[in-house]
């Protein structure tokens, strides 16, 4: 059973550029969120999507956006980078939605951008 | 607003000792509590997941506590080894369906 798969792993901008990342949920799972990591603000939530849509949103400016495909696999949008986007990213699977009862979730393994 | 609080930051012990990580949060307003592990440069692992109602999870090894009431969680780890070598993290849901998570444990077991 394949895990969450992220893509790119590893990825260099510059401050301007926008970036994409993609996330392919576990198969059968239909809620996948976001997180980014850094080691000043540690992980914080950035949006759950679930069905096509964004059900749940962190403290983060409109930079940053995100959708849902029909398959389940999301991606994220980051215009406009700044150098303090530079992070590990993170996305996280689970069938139901990320807080239903016991839910757990499944993360990949994260996409770190450097912003220079 | 609620905060998550690991302590201590860091642990490094040597293989076979038992070992206590601590999470604290604010709220006792909670659903539930998750432990994870992360490797470096990997994701995150969820370890135990305790409900609100419960007092305690165990896997293996692994033995998680909750106190909802004074706002604190453990996760007891027994006869350690150097596979367990990872950074754990704790993290709450709160009502305002978020997940927080603390700055986590990063612990070292030496042969």
């Known amino acids: 059973k394949a895990g969450v798969t992220q893509t790119p792993r590893y990825l260099i901008k510059t401050r301007g550029q926008q970036v994409t990342l993609s996330c392919s949920p576990i198969s059968g799972h239909r809620s996948v969120s976001w997180y980014q990591q850094t080691p000043g603000q540690g992980l914080q939530f950035l949006f759950e999507?679930?069905?096509?849509?964004?059900?749940n949103k962190g403290n983060f400016p409109g930079r940053f956006s995100g959708r849902q495909f029909s398959n389940s696999r999301s991606e994220m949008n980051v215009s406009t980078l700044e150098l303090g986007d530079s992070a590990l990213y993170l996305c996280?699977?689970?069938?139901?939605?990320?807080?239903?009862?016991?839910?757990?979730?499944?993360f990949g393994a994260g996409s770190r951008l450097t912003v220079l | 607003k609620q905060e998550v609080t690991q302590i201590p930051a860091a642990l490094s012990v040597p293989e076979g000792e038992n070992l206590v990580l601590n999470c604290s949060f604010t709220?006792?307003?909670?659903?539930?509590l998750q432990w994870f592990r992360q490797d470096p440069g990997k994701g995150l692992t969820s370890l135990l997941l305790?409900?609100?109602?419960?007092r305690e999870q165990t896997s293996g090894r692994l033995n998680a506590s909750l106190d909802k009431s004074s706002g604190r969680s453990t996760l007891y780890i027994a006869a350690s080894q150097p596979g367990d070598s990872a950074t754990y993290l704790c993290a709450v849901h709160t009502g305002t369906d978020k997940l927080i998570f603390g700055t986590g444990t990063r612990l070292q077991v030496f042969p």
């Open positions: 305790i409900q609100s109602s419960q």
């Open positions: 999507y679930f069905s096509e849509t964004q059900r």
């Open positions: 996280a699977s689970s069938l139901a939605r990320q807080f239903s009862g016991a839910n757990v979730l499944t």
């Open positions: 709220d006792s307003a909670i659903y539930n």
